[in-house]
Nanobody, 121 residues
Framework: QVQLVESGGGLVQPGGSLRLSCAASGSIFSINTMAWYRQAPGKQRELVADITSGGSTNYAYSVKARFTISRDNAKNTAYLQMNSLKPEDTAVYYC???????????????WGQGTQVTVSS
């Protein structure tokens, strides 16, 4: 069974930092793009950042220069370093990955369970 598990969320004051981790586990053959999405109350889920297997990155305009996405392919793990956090960054953050399982088949979209990030004084 292939799954994604996030960690690292919590409560932080404005201007603070948090680092989220997303570990993929199970019978994984290959991982393509990994991404972080977020969903604030009453809003649609939005892409925060993504990173290809080769390391190319893409960011939402609202987080550019504040957030950094990275990945460790040997550990099947993606990270999201969030600096200069603002109250509007408050949301549930979800990890997403396009993966191919060992038992073959097709590339599938996987989601983590989400981790809450709250930015408040």
């Amino acid at each position: 069974q292939v799954q994604l598990v996030e960690s690292g969320g919590g409560l932080v004051q404005p201007g603070g930092s948090l680092r989220l981790s997303c570990a993929a586990s199970g019978s994984i053959f290959s991982i393509n793009t990994m991404a972080w999405y977020r969903q604030a109350p009453g809003k649609q889920r939005e892409l925060v950042a993504d990173i290809t297997s080769g390391g190319s990155t893409n960011y939402a305009y609202s987080v550019k220069a504040r957030f950094t996405i990275s990945r460790d392919n040997a550990k099947n793990t993606a990270y999201l370093q969030m600096n200069s956090l603002k109250p509007e960054d408050t949301a549930v953050y979800y990890c997403n990955a396009v993966m191919l399982a060992m038992n073959g088949g097709t590339w599938l979209d996987y989601w983590g369970q989400g981790t809450q990030v709250t930015v408040s004084s």
